[in-house]
């Protein structure tokens, strides 16, 4: 067989590299819009087992429909430690530890001047977009480590620079993430 015959894809390659998420599972927090409902399908066009977490019930359970029986979709508000205990218990209970988790979940800072404010729409963004984040690695590890190993991905934004709410609120979830990922299990809050 001549090097040039060895690099032609055959329909298993490619039935394998289009597979390359079999048998793993995926929670998205934030799962039903855009974003975070574009990660769902490409996860599940791949192979995996895909979790919606959300708020919106509705939409959540229509895209589950969508995608067939390797989706579930699971109430989450992000700032809840008992939704992501339940969701990570509802992901486990259907298709085993967790392999990846994204979180997606957040909102946006309004377009106001800093001195016209709320501090409650501060706290609010700093909740769903930091505490979010963070509540959901502290959830998932454990079943990351029952599935011997995954991967956290953070969603943040370059509209990050847009309102200080959101800057303030998307910045240390990547330091997170960092800190999570070289700490390991000795990560601290």
Not at 12 to 28: D, H, M, N, P, Y
Not at 112 to 140: K, M
Not at 162 to 185: E, F, H, Q, T, W
Request: with cysteine.
């Amino acid at each position: 067989m001549s090097n040039q015959e060895n690099i032609v894809p055959t329909a298993s390659s490619i039935e394998r590299a289009t597979r390359r998420f079999a048998g793993k599972t995926v929670l998205i927090s934030g799962g039903t819009g855009g974003q975070g409902a574009a990660h769902l399908r490409a996860f599940a066009a791949e192979g995996a087992n895909v979790v919606i977490g959300d708020l919106r019930d509705d939409a959540g359970k229509a895209l589950a429909a969508e995608i067939g029986d390797q989706a579930l979709y699971t109430h989450l508000d992000v700032t809840s430690e008992d939704d992501w205990a339940a969701a990570i218990a509802a992901t486990e209970e259907r298709f085993g530890p967790l392999a990846i988790l994204v979180n997606n979940a957040g909102i946006p800072s309004p377009a106001v001047l800093i001195e016209n404010g709320e501090l409650t729409t501060w706290q609010r963004i700093l909740d769903v977009n930091l505490t979010g984040a963070y509540l959901g690695i502290r959830a998932a590890a454990p079943s990351l480590r029952r599935n011997g190993g995954g991967a956290i991905v953070n969603i943040a934004s370059m509209a990050a620079d847009v309102g200080i709410a959101y800057a303030c609120s998307r910045a240390p979830v990547a330091s997170r993430k960092r800190n999570s990922m070289v700490r390991g299990r000795h990560a601290s809050p």
